[in-house]
């Protein structure tokens, strides 16, 4: 394969992150004459923003796109772990969404509609959130006041809503993917993708702009690959990949960090064992005013904190490097107005990744130029919506006008392309 000229690979995916391997594993199942062949520059599956994320999801969402998209693919997930067997680490630890009472009647609407699209939500009150340990009075602080945060009115819990394990799923994918024929190369870091004519004169100096120009395979850190159809799944490393050939994917990485709080007092072993949400009798995933999430990891008996930082924090490959004093002076004065059982919490460990953002709609985009297709623009929220993005990508690779999702629901596979887009927008970003 190394080096290898012959032109029988039918699809070469670049990334073997949780998209490019699901995207590679509908392909082959769609059409499992062709060859597929996975390049990731790594030394295994997953290991890029994949291996970084949260790994949370929710069947909650106001925008019917959403509620597609992240539905089937979880419910894909629960049948991979009920019928094939295949341990998922699913965890129903649910949502809670803590809101001010402006929030909560401007939100009222988009709860409505996410109720009207198969969602369900129970309201906790303050009283609850106080036993539970919150502070939902804030405002009497001047601290507080001064930083502008507001007293919580309600928690919006949303039960189907959990965390998965993101390495059993990328090695799921790409166990089935090898079982129907499909192959991986590790370690091998695409350079380049090379464009060619379409039909070659011979003439020194092709492709000229006035041929046909298509992808003709990859040069690699391995040697050149020759492809009928590159599909590139390379999530923060998309841009990178496509400008140099002349295509924008109107994808930009944008660095996000995740902090590890370990339950080491008595005040927060009591908060992460917060019971009356789940099953495991621990806090659900938790989003405090201002964005704060907070995620209970029950083995490791700690929590994971992050917040998404949007204007200030500059879009680009910046060094993946988490940084302390965004914990310290972002993260930490929020999350001790509302649980003083923090005020002492500083992080035992803590990584950065990127979002692989779509500014204009946050949704995925999907798109093909010529024999080149890009699927990309996760935003954040990848894992929950994978085996949906999968099929999609799949089908608009071979041809197919719709495609139908896990569960039946049948859509276009152009939907999310970049000249037209058949996209409701969601109303509940919290
Ligand atoms: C901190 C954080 C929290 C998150 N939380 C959540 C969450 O709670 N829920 C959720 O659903 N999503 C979450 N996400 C988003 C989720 O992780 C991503 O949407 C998803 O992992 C994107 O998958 P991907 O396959 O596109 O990207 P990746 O996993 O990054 O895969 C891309 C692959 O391409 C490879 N690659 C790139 N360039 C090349 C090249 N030139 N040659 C060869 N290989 C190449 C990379 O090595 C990588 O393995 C989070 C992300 C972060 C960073």
């Not at 929020?334 to 204009?360: C, E, H, R």
Request: charged content about 25%.
């Amino acid at each position: 394969m190394r080096g290898c000229k012959s032109p029988d690979i039918d699809f070469l995916i670049i990334g073997a992150g949780i998209i490019g391997l699901s995207t590679a594993y509908h392909i082959k199942s769609m059409s499992p004459g062709s060859r597929v062949v996975i390049v990731e520059k790594n030394p295994g599956p997953g290991m890029g923003d994949t291996s970084r994320s949260a790994a949370m999801f929710r069947v909650f969402f106001s925008s019917k796109t959403n509620m597609i998209l992240a539905k089937s693919s979880v419910e894909y997930f629960e049948h991979v772990e009920k019928n094939i067997g295949w341990d998922l680490g699913i965890k129903y630890l649910g949502y809670l969404f803590l809101v001010d009472s402006k929030e909560l009647e401007n939100m009222k609407p988009a709860l409505d509609e996410a109720e009207r699209l198969g969602g369900s939500y129970r309201i906790i009150d303050r009283d609850s959130l106080k036993n539970q340990g919150f502070n939902v009075d804030v405002s009497t602080d001047p601290e507080a006041s001064l930083m502008g945060l507001p007293d919580i009115e309600a928690g919006i819990y949303i039960p189907r809503a959990g965390t998965l394990d993101p390495d059993s799923l990328v090695r799921y994918y790409e166990h089935a993917f090898k079982a129907l024929g499909g192959e991986i190369l590790y370690n091998t870091e695409v350079k380049r993708i090379v464009l060619g004519p379409k039909n070659p004169l011979g003439i020194p100096g092709e492709p000229f702009a006035w041929q046909d120009i298509e992808a003709k395979g990859v040069e690699t850190s391995s040697g050149y690959i020759e492809a009928r159809s590159i599909v590139v799944a390379a999530g923060a490393y998309t841009r990178e990949l496509l400008e140099p050939i002349g295509i924008d994917p109107i994808v930009n990485p944008k660095k996000r960090q995740i902090f590890v709080i370990r339950a080491n007092t008595k005040g927060l072993t009591d908060l992460l064992n917060t019971k009356g949400y789940n099953a495991y009798n621990v806090l659900p995933f938790t989003i405090l005013p201002r964005g704060v999430y907070i995620k209970p990891e029950i083995g490791e008996k700690s929590f994971w904190v992050g917040l998404s930082d949007n204007l200030g924090r500059p879009y680009g490959l910046e060094e993946l490097k988490a940084e302390e004093s965004f914990y310290r002076y972002s993260i930490h004065p929020v999350l001790t107005k509302y649980l003083p059982q923090f005020s002492q919490a500083y992080p035992d460990a803590m990584w950065a990744g990127y979002y692989d953002i779509n500014p204009i709609d946050g949704q995925p985009v999907i798109f093909m130029i010529g024999n080149i297709e890009v699927v990309a623009g996760t935003s954040g929220s990848g894992i929950m919506k994978a085996d949906a993005i999968g099929r999609i990508a799949s089908a608009l690779a071979l041809g197919y006008d719709e495609v139908e999702l896990y569960g039946g629901i049948r859509i276009r596979s152009d939907m999310f392309g970049l000249v037209r887009r058949y996209i409701d927008p969601e109303k509940l970003i919290l």
